[in-house]
């Protein structure tokens, strides 16, 4: 068996997310299907991460074998081929080792959110950045989102489906920063709970319009109230940045 790692790009709006489902176009269903169409294997493709439906990537890894060992740039070059007009690119394709495996592997999560901050309506951007059209303080929220940092219990920053057996995690690094009328915001973690980065996402365009406080955001970690934090934001914004391993 011959083990490989793509690293992938795609537009999430017309998939139900990563995870294959019956009825729904799914990343991971486009992934194995054009791996069938270029090889004639049945195989399981693996992520690093379980995006939702509408969630964008930009350098998500991915992971699978094959009985009949190929050249990484055929098979970079046939998936691309076969996963057209689907709007999912393979960066790069190399050969890995036996062990490796993307998700169990991955010792690291990086995200991004992206707010166009703006009255004027998306044109080129929309479904692809949250349009919010009051102004908004990325100091404010850049202060907040330090309170973020550290291990703590996100039962407020999880949704009511989210199945993790427990709501305690690591945050690595919660960052915003303003790049013109676009303010970004940039997550790590070694791994996250359902709708956590979303509701992140939704808990700092509060503190950004002043509907919410640092101290109100420290609330909501203390108590793990999820009604003390924002809303769940919206998945066009969100895009997985990079997986990290050893």
């Known amino acids: 068996?011959?083990?490989?790692?793509l690293l992938l790009e795609w537009d999430g709006r017309p998939f139900a997310g990563w995870q294959r489902q019956d009825g729904v176009p799914s990343i991971q269903q486009s992934l194995e299907e054009a791996v069938e169409r270029y090889c004639g294997e049945q195989i399981n493709v693996f992520g690093a991460g379980r995006t939702d439906a509408g969630?964008?990537?930009?350098?998500?890894?991915?992971s699978f074998e094959l009985v009949a060992e190929k050249d990484p740039r055929e098979v970079m070059k046939a998936l691309n081929a076969h996963l057209r007009p689907a709007p999912i690119s393979?960066?790069?394709?190399?050969?890995?080792?036996?062990?490796?495996?993307?998700?169990?592997?991955?010792?690291g999560r990086r995200y991004m959110y992206r707010y166009v901050n703006r009255r004027a309506p998306l044109a080129l951007e929309a479904g692809r950045a949250w349009l919010w059209g009051r102004p908004m303080d990325e100091k404010a929220m850049a202060a907040a989102g330090k309170v973020l940092e550290g291990r703590h219990d996100f039962s407020a920053f999880r949704s009511a489906e989210c199945q993790a057996d427990s709501p305690v995690k690591t945050m690595?690094?919660?960052?915003?920063?303003?790049?013109?009328?676009?303010?970004?915001?940039?997550?790590?973690a070694r791994s996250f709970l359902h709708n956590q980065v979303r509701i992140i996402?939704?808990?700092?365009?509060?503190?950004?319009?002043g509907k919410l406080s640092s101290?109100?955001?420290?609330?909501?970690?203390?108590?793990?109230?999820?009604?003390?934090?924002?809303?769940?934001?919206?998945?066009?914004?969100?895009?997985?940045?990079?997986?990290?391993?050893?």
């Not at 068996?1 to 790692?5: F, I, L, P, V």
């Open 215 to 246: 101290d109100d955001v420290r609330a909501a970690l203390e108590t793990g109230d999820r009604r003390k934090a924002g809303e769940t934001a919206p998945p066009d914004g969100l895009y997985f940045m990079e997986a990290m391993y050893d």
């Open 1 to 5: 068996m011959a083990r490989y790692k």
């Open 55 to 62: 969630v964008h990537a930009l350098g998500m890894a991915a």
């Open 90 to 107: 393979v960066l790069s394709a190399e050969r890995a080792a036996d062990d490796f495996h993307a998700r169990f592997s991955c010792i």
């Open 172 to 188: 690595g690094r919660v960052d915003v920063e303003r790049v013109g009328e676009e303010i970004r915001l940039h997550v790590a």
């Open 201 to 209: 996402a939704g808990t700092l365009r509060d503190v950004g319009i």
